[in-house]
């Protein structure tokens, strides 16, 4: 016989005889049967994998079930920062969603100022805050004087910021340029 052949028979009598226990041991820690299955799976292929190099004048089975206790509260661990990261990333998600539906009320009441504000004005203020062009190109587009362009443009600026105090900072974000 080879002694290959006598590890292996060696190693399996020993999984025999620890599998159930420790399964039950590290059920204890982590309350997942399938998860102590895969614990105490990983503990039996780390003592194979490092047979050649440990002191067995311990027993083999106060090392399988230190080394499962081991990998339990390791994961344990594990599951506490993926339940704090869970947790923070809901928080940041919902302050998002909560920012992003005070900025979509904030613009709606913009939207509802800016119909009050007579035709000639509106299309001034939208061609050159939302379509970003110069005084001189909309006075060119609408046939008037760069005057009349900004006499529009002051008097849209007035009638907003008297009508949306508390969102002149979306205005002022609106009209930077």
Known sequence: ??????????????????????????????????????????????????????????????????????????????LRVVEVNEREVTELLESAADELAEYDERFARVEEKLALLPDKQREVFLKCVVEEKKYQEVADELEVSINTIKKHMSRALKFLRDELQDESILLFLLCDK
């Open 1 to 78: 016989m080879s002694k290959d052949f006598l590890e292996h028979k060696a190693f399996e009598e020993l999984f025999d005889l620890h599998y159930g226990n420790l399964v039950g041991f590290v059920y204890g820690y982590v309350r997942d049967e399938e998860v102590a299955k895969d614990i105490v799976h990983d503990t039996f292929l780390t003592f194979w994998n490092n047979r050649k190099r440990l002191d067995l004048s311990y027993s083999a089975k106060s090392y399988l079930f230190t080394l499962a206790q081991n990998y339990a509260l390791n994961y344990l661990r594990h």
